[in-house]
């Protein structure tokens, strides 16, 4: 098992294998000298001041958040072009596309897709926009996944 140690000397900063924090203050024994092995049979030996940093564990991000983009109901737009709205910006196929429409127009509102809170925002952007340049006040939003 190695230990991660970073150090920094001009710029530079590069990780070591240390076995433990033993290892690394024997390599260190002598403050004004810095000897790092590359290879075997080969050595670095440096009079710069060295900072050594220990390496902090790695830890994974959280998932980001998911929202759902939600197409709303209005007694204007044309179900065509929800159904054009659907394939063009969700990827969804004419049968799906067609039955999302008809879950729009039943209960209200339908989700077209879920996706992390920026693709979700450009999305329902898109639609909204495109809905406004065809003067169509269709209505796209989106909220946070449960």
Avoid: W
């Avoid at 433990?20 to 024997?26: I, T």
């Avoid at 710069?48 to 709303?72: F, G, H, T």
């Amino acid at each position: 098992m190695h230990l991660p140690i970073q150090f920094a000397t001009r710029m530079v900063l590069t990780t070591l294998p240390y076995r433990d924090f033993a290892d690394l203050q024997q390599s260190m024994s002598n403050p004004d000298r810095f000897r790092l092995s590359l290879e075997e049979g080969q050595e670095y030996e440096s009079d710069l001041d060295v900072a050594v940093i220990p390496e902090k564990d790695k830890k994974r991000a959280d998932p980001p958040s998911m929202y759902q983009v939600m197409l709303l109901n209005d007694d204007y737009t044309p179900m065509d072009f929800v159904i054009d709205i659907l394939e063009k910006f969700f990827n969804m196929p004419t049968e799906k596309a067609t039955q999302t429409m008809l879950k729009v127009h039943t209960e209200g509102a339908a989700v077209c897709g879920i996706y992390t809170r920026d693709v979700a925002e450009t999305k329902s952007q898109q639609v909204n926009h495109c809905a406004r340049e065809n003067q169509h006040p269709l209505l796209c939003k989106i909220q946070k996944a449960d």
